[in-house]
């Protein structure tokens, strides 16, 4: 059990003012995914802040978006474990969005493009490996950041070394933000999968000879049922159409359908039956075709032994501090579905508050604040010594 808890709260109590600064000109830093050039200002700031407590950094250069950052001690102990301290800098704001949402602090909190998810989370690592440097300690796990900038679009460019780093973790702690205003910590999420399925008819003139034609759009008619037909609330499994086109004109036999699907599940056994079953459809009219494009993007992060450790561990260390911590399932996908396929994974350990990718978004400072402080014992607490079994993957 790590020392000094008490000492450690304290003194990231008394420096509020100082991470609300820094906070303040990490938000001015606007980082719209789409703009990797952006993003140069956040990545050159926080490697001039990990130089400042003996990290050195990496630059991993992206094709068609700003790349990562990999933070690690300069001088550590041989033979030591990993642990990923992992976020993201890119947010879902167009550039110039601070003109209507100004970052502001009043009444305890503070709002402004990005702030809740996720550059708070992002504050709290810097502030905890601040906090280790000052008191001198020393971590039996050393900590490894990784900060990417594709987050919010997928992680398309950062997945394989999110992999590679957690494949040699101990453990994985993701900066996103806390669940709900209530501040709960993600010990699951729900796995997301997109698909496009688009019908292939044959084409004719509605009035002159309709029999000659074969409708997508009355076959997708059809699918569409069938999708809605595997929702199954109980299990947390949710099939949504969300777009859908077809036809060119009105006086024409559609020739093409397409619809795009978004797919959430809570069990991987139950992300195995969908996917299948959205690939297996058979047409039920003569003379259409269909295919079907995309799958299960991340597999649902569930709760493992290891991640169950991290958790008590965490709730045992919130009641050092004075917190009450509760934990919960969120409906989004993350990082955290990928580092918990090989590694136990503590997810939402980043900023309280509400408003991710809207124009109320902020964060509670005092509950952000505590969370910086768990985070820190965290990182002190010995390994885990525990791979995520095959059978929870």
Known sequence: MNSKPAEIAAWIRSRKSEFTELLRKMVEMETPSTRPETMESIFTWFTDQFESIGYRSVRIPGKDTAGQLLSIPSERRKNTPNQLLIGHCDTVWPLHTLKSMPCELKNGQMSGPGIYDMKAGLLEILFALKTIDHMGLKPEVTPVVFITSDEEIGSFESRS??????????????????????????????????????????????????????????????????????????????????????????????????????????????????????????????????????????????????????????????????????????????????????????????????????????????????????LTLLILEPPLQIVNAPESR
């Open 161 to 374: 070394n999110i992999m590679r780093l957690s494949n040699i973790a101990d453990r994985c702690f993701v900066l996103e933000p806390a669940l709900g205003i209530d501040g709960r910590i993600k010990t699951s999420r729900k796995g997301v999968g997109n698909y496009f399925i688009t019908v292939h008819g044959k084409p004719a003139h509605s009035g002159l000879s309709p029999e000659q034609g074969r409708s997508a759009i009355v076959e997708m008619t059809y699918i569409i049922q069938m999708l809605y037909d595997l929702n199954d609330p109980e299990k947390g499994t949710t099939v949504n159409v969300g777009t859908i086109q077809g036809g060119e004109r009105v006086n024409v036999i559609a020739a093409k359908s397409t619809i795009e699907v978004d797919v959430r599940i809570a069990k991987k056994e139950e992300a195995r039956k969908i996917d299948e079953a959205i690939r297996n459809i058979v047409p039920r009219s003569d003379g259409v075709s269909i295919t079907v494009e995309g799958g299960i993007d991340r597999m649902p992060m569930e709760k493992t032994k290891g991640t169950e450790i991290l958790w008590d561990r965490a709730q045992a260390l919130g009641s050092r501090i004075g917190i009450k911590l509760a934990d919960g399932m969120s409906g989004g996908a993350s990082d955290g579905n990928l580092t918990n396929m090989v590694t136990p994974t503590l997810d939402g350990l980043g900023a309280v508050g509400d408003g991710a990718h809207a124009e109320h978004e902020h964060i509670l400072i005092d509950e952000t604040l505590n969370r910086a402080v768990l």
